[in-house]
C-alpha cells in the first residue's frame, strides 16, 4: 500500500509526516484491497485545517473523506473515522451480496 502524505497552502515536518502515515496506515486491516491512500493537508486556514483522504482500492471507486477541525490532530483523526466507516460498510455490502439468496418472482 502506497501512503502519499502532502500539504497545501504550508509545510508540514518530517515528523508529522510520518505520525500521518501511521495513523492512516491503519485503514489497511478495515478492507486489504487497498492500494494508495493519498492524504492532502490544507493548511489555508490555520485555525482551521482541513484534511482530504483519499483512498484507492482494486475494482472499486476511490472513497474520500474530509474533516476540518479546530486541531490538525483532530481533523486527521475524524477523516480517519469517516474513511473506516466508509470502508466497513463497503466491505458488508461485498461480503452480504455473495450470501444473499435470490429470490424469483413469478
Known sequence: MQINVSARHGHLSA????????????????FDRITALDVTVDLANTSLPA??????????????SHETAPNLWRSIDGAVQKLEQQLRKHKEKVRDHKNVETVRRS
Not at 484534511?51 to 474520500?64: K, T
Open 15 to 30: 515528523a508529522s509526516q510520518s505520525k500521518i502515515a501511521a495513523k492512516v496506515s491503519r485503514l489497511k486491516r478495515y
Open 51 to 64: 484534511v482530504e483522504i483519499i483512498a484507492s482500492a482494486e475494482q472499486f471507486h476511490d472513497l474520500v
